[in-house]
């Protein structure tokens, strides 16, 4: 098994599409805690090593209660009183970092992501070109000038500008790493170009050191490009709305601005910008953003609306069900920043290892400094200029950053088609799922019930007089099965009079003076109706798995209504491609074991197992689990949750399902298509593929150059345009797990069919 786990799930945060209430009770708890939590940006934590190195430092520190690191938008927020909050400060500035204070008012606004970009590309990027100038220059004057001391000063002069240009901040932050005797990327860097320095290399000192800069400031920019993917869907939210106000006139607003339970109209072509229930109107939507559905869905009057998504025809009025900060948009980006924060088992495995590489390399730089010149026939000069290239080389930046940047690609891919994964580690173990467990109800099937076959018995020789008879009684019912058969019909209704519900067993009135049933077999069977042939006909429904419901007169039973919960048109499909893949599916279900057996049957389900509570739903995973491996469950319901948080992986259908299933489950699908559970696996195998290909691809670089190094053909500056090289290499890399946000041809196919699916005609 690959892991244990309670109903709070790690990295879950907050529920990417949780109800009203719960909402309402996360924002009450998020405001009473925050008294004591202050955020800090922290412009020059780019990686995971930056933010080990501040967690130790932090950790010294008696009375922090809680940290709570965001690489993607370079933000520590710190929960402690305020005496030890000034002086967590003050130790993070010891060590190099500069953290400002970020208020509440700027959060959620994408700032993160600009100031970044600012920092980078602004100000930096004509420091650097200077500095590489300068570089250029101390390399053509140590070349082509005659050996003077003019010319040597101007050399060494040249490059003493174009290194502290370029390598200030590294200085600072390697003295600083150095004097709490721990060796990060900084202090390398620091200890290699004050060598080469030293030993009168000063073009290629200077060379490295504006190389390096410029390397980590385009390594930051790939970063930021993986970590903020999926926040560009934030442009997508308009700033303003259209709001009705009190008099009946309307009123652009600020989104912000807008409260709950305001209406709000969106024309055609324009983007929803919140979250809402449509109170008038019709059109059809392109929900894309949200649920990654290629094709437009219908909205009416009931349905709900997603902020971000485009509205394509009709004009639509809608009550505001989410204010702008906690739409269902907000959520999935909040909910995948947290997914950012949690470790993937292969990105745990390279940070231990480069906390012991870089170390050793540093130790085996000192070998060959000290003992080179004894063992072989080198000078000291050239035993310690081969040090200094081996700990360019030691450089771990390549090898560390090449596992978030995959996660987290992996993990914005997954949420631009719909698939909101709550942790690394669930985007890199769903590779090994040998079995899935499917909950019937809304997850193979509709989840509602449907009209699927009626047909008439006796005496009225007249289908349209009988559907409407029937939709006359259906209508004045809240049942759900009342309401399918009305829906299904589809009939003009007539005046009922004496209406009366039976319980139990189903309604009854008066129609054209005559008097009507409509109820079900034991309703019939008290009438002393029930023959020989309506218990044949009967028998039929009952073991498709069907809900029968019957019209009567004084007389006979008029007609049969079967209503069923129809298989969605996907789930035959996605089930093929789970086996395609190696995992077996397996129905898990409440229903009867016949209403089960028929519809496992139709979906291409061998293992079906009915008649099932929420304790034998979970024994049935551990079944399963000992049965098969890796085991996943897939489910809706508050019956599932206990399930879906013993599964290895649970997949939570997002559209439908309770706030508990949606929180119990590691993965949440925002279109209920069970595809997605496929696209799943084959993203973690995708994902898998290209950390390891990323691993290997830093280490072999690094091994090479190690070689070159050892036998004096590397020079420094190759040995950080190798490890530049690198860098960019597996970034690059990386990103294009970005590309898996993108529909194939296939499963376009698979979307259309569920979006343009028809009406089932009842016959």
Same mark, same amino acid.
């Given at each position: 098994m690959m892991k244990h786990k309670s109903i709070h799930s790690e990295a879950a945060g907050v529920s990417c599409c949780g109800g009203t209430e719960s909402r309402a009770k996360h924002e009450s708890m998020e405001q009473t805690s925050s008294a004591s939590v202050r955020t800090f940006r922290i412009a020059t934590m780019d990686c995971s090593v930056e933010e080990s190195e501040i967690r130790r430092t932090l950790e010294e520190i008696e009375g922090i209660r809680s940290l709570n690191f965001q690489l993607s938008a370079r933000t520590l927020a710190i929960d402690a009183p305020e005496d030890v909050l000034s002086r967590a400060v003050t130790a993070i500035r010891h060590i190099g970092y500069d953290p400002q204070e970020q208020h509440r008012d700027g959060e959620g606004d994408g700032s993160g992501t600009s100031l970044s970009m600012q920092r980078g590309f602004s100000s930096g990027i004509p420091r650097l070109i200077l500095a590489l100038v300068l570089a250029i220059g101390a390399e053509v004057v140590a070349f082509f000038s005659p050996e003077t001391t003019f010319w040597e000063v101007a050399e060494m002069g040249l490059a003493a500008i174009g290194i502290w240009l370029a390598g200030l901040e590294t200085y600072t932050k390697g003295f600083l790493a150095l004097r709490r005797k721990r060796l990060n990327i900084n202090a390398l860097m620091s200890v290699a170009v004050t060598g080469a320095f030293l030993i009168g290399q000063w073009a290629e000192a200077a060379m490295v050191m504006a190389l390096f800069a410029l390397a980590e400031l385009i390594e930051a920019r790939a970063v930021d490009r993986a970590r903020n993917a999926i926040r560009d869907l934030l442009d997508l939210t308009p700033e303003t709305a259209e709001v009705r106000q009190p008099s009946g006139n309307w009123q652009m607003m600020p989104a912000n601005d807008i409260a709950f339970g305001a209406i709000v109209r969106v024309r055609p072509g324009e983007r929803v910008a919140l979250d809402g229930m449509v109170t008038a109107g019709a059109s059809t939507i392109n929900q894309a953003p949200v649920t990654g559905e290629s094709l437009p869905v219908e909205k009416a009057v009931g349905d709900p609306v997603y902020a971000g998504t485009v509205n394509e025809s009709g004009s639509l009025e809608f009550e505001v069900t989410a204010?702008?900060?906690?739409?269902?948009?907000?959520?999935?980006?909040? &909910? %995948?920043?947290?997914?950012?924060?949690?470790?993937?088992?292969?990105?745990?495995f390279v940070d231990k290892f480069a906390a012991v590489y870089t170390p050793a390399v540093f130790v085996m730089a000192l070998v060959v400094a000290a003992v080179g010149p004894l063992l072989f026939e080198w000078t000291w000069v050239d035993a310690l200029y081969k040090a200094l290239v081996l700990l360019v080389i030691a450089c771990p930046c390549a090898l560390v950053i090449s596992t978030p940047v995959t996660v987290v690609s992996g993990l914005a891919a997954g949420a631009r088609r719909g698939v909101l994964i709550k942790g690394g580690t669930y985007l890199e173990e769903a590779r090994k799922l040998? &079995? %899935?467990?499917?909950d019937k109800t809304g997850t193979i099937t509709e989840g509602k019930p449907e009209l699927v076959a009626w047909q008439r018995m006796v005496l009225i020789d007249d289908d349209g007089l009988v559907a409407s008879i029937a939709t006359s009684l259906a209508d004045r019912s809240d049942h759900p099965v009342s309401n399918a058969i009305s829906k299904g019909l589809d009939?003009?209704?007539?005046?009922v009079q004496d209406f009366e519900a039976i319980p139990g067993r189903g309604v009854k009135g008066k129609i054209g003076g005559m008097d009507y049933v409509l109820g079900n077999y034991r309703l019939i069977n008290e009438r002393n109706q029930a023959t020989a042939e309506l218990d044949e006909v009967l028998d039929v429904h009952l073991r498709a798995g069907r809900t029968v419901t019957l019209l009567a007169s004084n007389e006979s039973v008029l007609a049969i209504f079967a209503v069923a919960d129809t298989i969605k048109e996907s789930s035959r499909a996605a089930i093929g491609e789970l086996r395609a893949l190696g995992v077996t599916p397996v129905m898990l279900t409440g229903d009867n074991s016949a209403t089960a057996e028929s519809i496992g049957h139709e979906a291409g389900i061998d293992d079906v197992r009915g008649n099932l509570l929420p304790d034998d739903k979970l024994a049935a995973i551990r079944e399963l689990q000992s049965q098969y491996g890796p085991t996943g469950m897939t489910g809706d319901g508050i019956n599932d949750a206990p399930a879906l948080a013993q599964a290895d992986i649970g997949f939570?259908?997002?559209?439908?399902?309770t706030d508990i299933a949606r929180e119990a489950a590691d993965v949440v699908i925002m279109n209920d298509d069970l595809h997605q559970i496929a696209t799943t696996v084959r993203l973690s195998k995708k994902t898998h593929t290209v950390l390891w290909q990323n691993i290997t691809l830093a280490l072999g670089i690094k091994a090479v150059f190690f070689v070159l190094a050892v036998f004096g053909e590397a020079t420094m500056w190759m040995a950080v345009f190798a490890d530049m090289g690198a860098s960019l290499l597996v970034v690059g890399n990386g990103l294009r797990l970005l590309r898996q946000g993108k529909l194939s041809a296939t499963e376009k196919g698979a979307v259309s069919m569920r979006t343009l699916k028809s009406k089932r005609v009842p016959g």
């Open positions: 204010t702008a900060g906690n739409s269902t948009l907000a959520r999935i980006i909040h &909910a %995948v920043e947290q997914a950012q924060n949690s470790r993937a088992p292969t990105q745990r040998k &079995a %899935v467990a499917l009939a003009p209704g007539q005046e939570a259908m997002g559209a439908a399902g």
